[in-house]
């Protein structure tokens, strides 16, 4: 199938905008990862549109009784439509979306990415400077000091729940490193994007649905002093009327065309 026709403007002014950044940062969403066959959650077709959000409070539970939560996790019993989740996430491949955030960021154009998104699928992509603000499905992390570890660096003992924290002189529970509904988000994440949206003087938008705070403010925050966004997105946003430059489309094709754009811009 031949690529989708790109607005030849738009994505000339974005190439632009790209090309003569200093430093430029993205935050993306569920649409990203939809191209890889994970289901998004909100909108007409999203899971939680589906089935409802998952009860809010996951990380309470968690704090009173975290060897209870583990057992559940572990042992209980999954809804079908959480259990189909899970095996998409973990089947999920990087698509051309994913690999065009990494070569920007190789290229030295994109200097760091903010996702919503726990699907690994920016790590497995290549991306290195990124916040993964919702955490990551293969990792672990300890509420108590931030600290976090892959799955395969810190064992999980079915026999001797919960896991914890290593650190001399934490010892909080560990728990799995997504942050649930009801959960506050690390504030180490929030501090880094806090930091990135200063730095950036351009903010690139892709697959995100933008209602989803406090992410949803870092846009709107560099928008107000003058950052231009650059929207990627099949449909209108809640921030498509912030954006300077809008590319309607899906990112696995959209990103690609730009990434060459965004090539052919910069030095020999």
Known sequence: MAPMTVDAEALARAADLLA??????????AGVSHESGVPTFRGKSGLWTKIGEPRSDGFE???SDPEGWWKERLFGERDPDIQDLMDKLHAAKPNPGH???AELEALGVLRHVITQNGDDLHRQAGTTSLTEVHGNIYWLRC???GLRWHEDDLVVDPEALPPWCP???CGSPVKTDSVGFGEPVPRAHLQRCELETDRADVFMLAGTSAV???VAYY?????QRGVPLIE???EPTALSDWATVILRGPSGEVLPQLVEAVRERLPA
Request: glycine letters at 10%; hydrophobic letters at 40%; charged letters at 10%.
């Open 20 to 29: 003569s950044s200093s430093h430029a940062i993205a935050l993306t969403g």
């Open 61 to 63: 539970r968690f704090m």
């Open 99 to 101: 690999y065009a955030m």
């Open 143 to 145: 509420p108590g000091c």
């Open 167 to 169: 650190e001399p002189g």
């Open 212 to 214: 989803v705070y406090p």
């Open 219 to 223: 846009p709107q925050l560099a928008a």
């Open 232 to 234: 990627i997105d099949p």
